[in-house]
C-alpha cells in the first residue's frame, strides 16, 4: 500500500517591496512522503521570492521530469522553471532547453559541496541562476509546522522577513555563489 501525501493549508500576507507586489494567498501544499517538511518549506520560500510571473508547483518530487515551481507564458512555454534543492548538472542543463529562465534554490547544509561539483557545468548555462537559502532559516520555519499556518512575508532586498505561525521572526537572507 502507497502512501499518501499529507496536506498542508498556507496563509499567506505577502508585502514585495522589491516588485511592488502585495497580496494575500491561500496555498494547499502537498507533502510528499519522501519529501521532508525543509524542502516543503523551501518550495513556499521559493514561489514567496518569485512573484511574476506567477509561479504555480509542479508534481515536484514525485515525477522527475518536471519542475518543482513554474510559470507560463501566453504560449504556454515555460518562462521560469524552478527546482529546490541540489539537482545535477545535466537536470539544470534540460531545464534550460525546456525553459526561458531556470532558478535552482540549494538549501541543505551540504550546499557548497554540491556547488563544488557542479559549478563548472551550471556556470555554462547562461539561463541558470543559483539562489541558496540558508538552511537554519528553513529548519527553523519548518520545525513544528501546523497543517494549517499563517505567515506574513516581507521581501525586501532579495531578503525574506516571514513572521511565522508561532509569531516569530525568522529572516531568510538569500545569497548567489561567487
Given amino acids: 500500500m502507497a502512501l499518501s501525501s499529507t496536506i498542508f493549508h498556507a496563509s499567506l500576507d505577502i508585502a514585495d ?61 515555460i518562462a521560469h522553471w524552478v527546482d529546490v534543492g541540489e539537482p545535477d548538472a545535466d537536470r539544470v542543463r534540460k531545464a534550460c532547453l525546456k525553459a526561458a529562465r531556470v532558478t535552482v534554490l540549494p538549501y541543505g547544509r551540504q550546499w557548497a559541496q554540491w556547488w563544488k561539483r557542479n559549478e563548472k557545468d551550471i556556470r555554462k548555462m547562461s539561463r541558470a541562476q543559483i539562489v541558496v537559502l540558508p538552511w537554519e532559516s528553513v529548519d527553523m520555519l519548518a520545525r513544528n509546522l ?33
Fill in 17 to 77: 517591496t522589491d516588485r511592488n507586489h502585495f497580496g494575500h494567498e491561500r496555498l494547499t501544499l502537498a507533502l510528499h512522503p519522501s519529501e521532508t517538511p525543509e524542502r516543503m518549506v523551501a518550495r513556499v520560500l521559493a514561489w514567496c521570492l518569485f512573484p511574476d510571473p506567477p509561479l504555480t508547483f509542479g508534481s515536484g518530487i514525485s515525477t522527475r521530469d518536471e519542475a518543482d515551481l513554474l510559470a507560463k507564458d501566453l504560449h504556454d512555454n
Fill in 146 to 178: 501546523p497543517r494549517n499556518f499563517t505567515w506574513q512575508v516581507n521581501v525586501s532586498d532579495g531578503s525574506l522577513y516571514v513572521v511565522d505561525h508561532n509569531g516569530e521572526m525568522v529572516t531568510v537572507t538569500t545569497e548567489t555563489p561567487d
